[in-house]
């Protein structure tokens, strides 16, 4: 495997690492959780878990893409959607801890 890195030109060099990093940033995700989850004695997921998810998952995308492999691609935009959209559901909880209910969320 080493003798194939070798002979790679240097920006195909620079996306495997690109590619590498995202898959780290990607995996370490999966750490957090189960530290926090130890942390507090039960199955957690902290908000760092989705901002992890969302930064790895771009730019394990941005990599997919310039390898232009379809089915990771496909898999990549769909989580990015997914783990956006925890965040956003995340800062509305804290909006509404601050500020309580808007008019809409009252019974």
Excluded at 82 to 100: C, F, M, P, S, W
Aim: aromatic residues 10%.
């Amino acid at each position: 495997m080493l003798d194939s890195l070798a002979g790679l030109p240097l920006h195909e060099k620079i996306w495997l690492g690109v590619g590498l990093f995202g898959q780290l940033c990607f995996a370490s995700r999966f750490v957090v959780q189960w530290i926090s989850s130890e942390l507090k004695r039960r199955s957690h997921v902290p908000e760092a878990f989705w901002y992890l998810s969302l930064a790895g998952g771009l730019i394990l995308l941005s990599y997919a893409i310039h390898r232009r492999d379809p089915v990771f691609i496909l898999g990549q935009s769909m989580g990015a959607v997914i783990y956006v959209r925890n965040i956003v559901l995340i800062h509305d909880e804290k909006r509404r801890a601050r500020t309580g209910p808007t008019a809409e969320e009252r019974p």
